[in-house]
């Protein structure tokens, strides 16, 4: 037997029919559903309000450049900064030069801000976290119990400066006057040449004897502590600064020999009173307030931020 | 009883309809005065009372849930706290127009606001050594001299020195005390005192300096309101002469 199409098409319709058929309204639901849908839609989109295109500069402003505001007391205050009289004496060329200057100056910001300049350029880096650091430290005055408690935290940077006359000998190792001795010789011979000075040899005579030789790097004279730690570096000094009247230091082993201290005169640093310094306590105190003050704000920051960190980096 | 209910809907559509009407009247006569206060210029507002009238109402509920907790509902000022008198005539900041008491409005004092009124401040002279007790105890005494009140005069003669001298004190204050209106520092003859006129007060506010901080409020007051604040102040303190403020002013010290 064979199948027309009119047939299948028959066959097609005989299945549908029934279901069409059986609950009409189903027929009209699925239509009504898409067009109420699509009503709703277009209505919401209707009465949403758009914000529309600004073509009015709103009062109390005297421009809108790209949507940005230049506020109408900026523009006063500055006319009459710049004219140096009242804004209603300003001429309408001063107020014109002066507006047209502030919108330079905001095209030009918001320009540098498309040119997202602050990654560009390490100036404005720094400014910018400058500017930062001044806004977010909140200056609460200290009091007189603050600065001191500051100062008695931190006496050791209130130290006034020590003084001090020394010897410092040196004995170069493999020198032209002993070319085979070895560093241990030459210690060993430094540690003999320090206690013959202990039990009373004259200097120059345990000099000559074990070929120390002036290191050259004192005057001779009493030295201020600051003027000595130049002159024979943060090592030797830190030897030297410990030694008291007569006393001699151990050998010091550096790069040019091994060195022994004989100490002429000694004044130790005096520490200063909090009324002698306190000028400088109170800066120091702002400082450390401002200091803290960033690192509390990056500590903030930081715990607010997504940082992702490359592999084999650290933070 | 329909009838009734018929009439009773139809008064209350009635008042409803008034009131929605009355209710719309007044917020567009309000935000064209707003519009009006905003579009001329500070100063030019003067010059109109019905917009002056508007701004003072419009100010009083924004003063009381913004200013009044440091300058005091009856608008006296805080000697303890140091937050001026706005009710005289005297001005810390620039000239007293409305202009720069909207400015400071707007951007506050050492507020953190980069725009804020923010040049100095009133150094500690004592707590940074800069002056000895003995040299701060002459320059009260010439302070007290220059606001014309009792003083001892051999130690005014020497306070004189220190504040022309040492203290630097003419820097800002002038070296006639009159003070200085972008600085900030106040005018020392006119016998008006922020923080209390008294001579222990005077000492330790040498002592430990000064750096009184106000908000800046643009973006959290609206700028209509800003602007009626100002106005306000300023005829405030236009209608206040300036010998009732120093007789209050001597009072209060």
């Known amino acids: 037997m064979v199948q027309t199409a009119s047939d299948g098409q028959a066959k097609l319709i005989d299945r549908i029919l029934p279901i069409l058929t059986r609950r009409p309204g189903r027929t009209f639901i699925l239509p009504l559903l898409g067009g109420a849908t699509g009503l709703a839609l277009a209505l919401a989109n209707l009465f949403t309000p758009v914000a529309p295109p600004v073509t009015v500069v709103p009062a109390g402003y005297a421009a809108l450049v790209n949507g940005r505001p230049i506020l109408m007391n900026d523009f006063i205050t500055q006319a009459e900064k710049l004219s140096n009289v009242p804004f209603s004496q300003t001429t309408v060329a001063q107020k014109r030069q002066v507006l047209h200057d502030m919108i330079d100056e905001e095209l030009l910001v918001q320009r540098a801000l498309a040119l997202d300049l602050p990654e560009q350029s390490d100036e404005v880096r720094m400014e910018l976290v400058n500017s930062l650091t001044s806004i977010v430290f909140a200056q609460r005055p200290p009091t007189q119990s603050d600065l001191v408690a500051y100062f008695n935290a931190n006496r050791s940077n209130y130290l006034g400066d020590g003084q001090m006359r020394f010897r410092d000998i040196v004995l170069h190792v493999g020198s032209y006057q002993d070319v085979d001795q070895t560093i241990g010789q030459a210690q060993a011979d430094a540690t003999e040449a320090v206690y013959q000075l202990r039990a009373g040899t004259p200097l120059d005579a345990v000099m000559e004897h074990f070929g120390f030789v002036d290191s050259g790097h004192t005057s001779g004279e009493d030295e201020f502590d600051f003027a000595v730690k130049l002159h024979i570096g943060q090592a030797l000094f830190n030897v030297a600064s410990k030694l008291t009247d007569g006393e001699i230091s151990d050998p010091v082993r550096a790069s040019d020999g091994i060195h022994v201290i004989v100490m002429e005169h000694r004044q130790p640093p005096q520490p200063a009173t909090y009324e002698a310094k306190r000028e400088a306590v109170y800066s120091d105190y702002l400082q450390a307030a401002q200091r803290k003050a960033e690192q509390d704000n990056l500590k903030f920051l930081r715990a607010n931020a997504k940082i992702l960190i490359a592999s084999g980096q650290s933070d | ?253």
């Open chain 2, 1 to 253: 009883m329909p009838v009734f209910s018929h009439r009773l809907l139809i008064a209350l559509a009635a008042c409803t309809l008034l009131g929605g009407a009355a209710a719309v009247w007044e917020r567009w006569s309000t935000d064209r005065r707003d519009n009006q206060i905003l579009s001329l210029a500070p100063e030019d507002v003067l010059r109109r009372p019905d917009l002056v009238s508007f701004a003072i109402a419009e100010a009083k509920p924004v003063y009381r849930a913004r200013c009044a907790s440091c300058h005091g509902a009856d608008l006296k000022g805080n000697v303890r706290t140091g937050a001026p008198d706005l009710s005289d005539s005297v001005w810390l900041y620039d000239t007293d127009s409305v202009t720069a008491i909207e400015r400071t409005l707007l951007y506050g004092i050492r507020s953190r606001q980069p725009k804020a009124r923010n040049v100095a401040e009133m150094p500690a002279f004592g707590l940074r050594g800069l002056l000895t007790p003995a040299e701060i105890g002459d320059a009260v005494q010439y302070v007290l001299a220059l606001s014309k009140r009792p003083n001892l005069a051999e130690a005014a003669v020497a306070g004189r020195q220190i504040f022309l001298g040492k203290g630097m004190c003419y820097d800002c204050h002038g070296p006639d005390g009159s003070g200085s209106p972008d600085y900030g520092a106040p005018n020392l003859t006119v016998n008006v005192w922020n923080n209390g006129g008294d001579q222990n007060t005077i000492y330790h506010n040498i002592y430990y300096g000064l750096a009184h901080v106000c908000p800046a409020w643009y973006g959290v007051i609206p700028l209509e309101r800003i602007r009626a604040l100002a106005i306000w102040l300023h005829s405030i303190s236009h209608a206040a002469p300036a010998a009732v403020a120093s007789a209050r002013a001597i009072k209060s010290s």
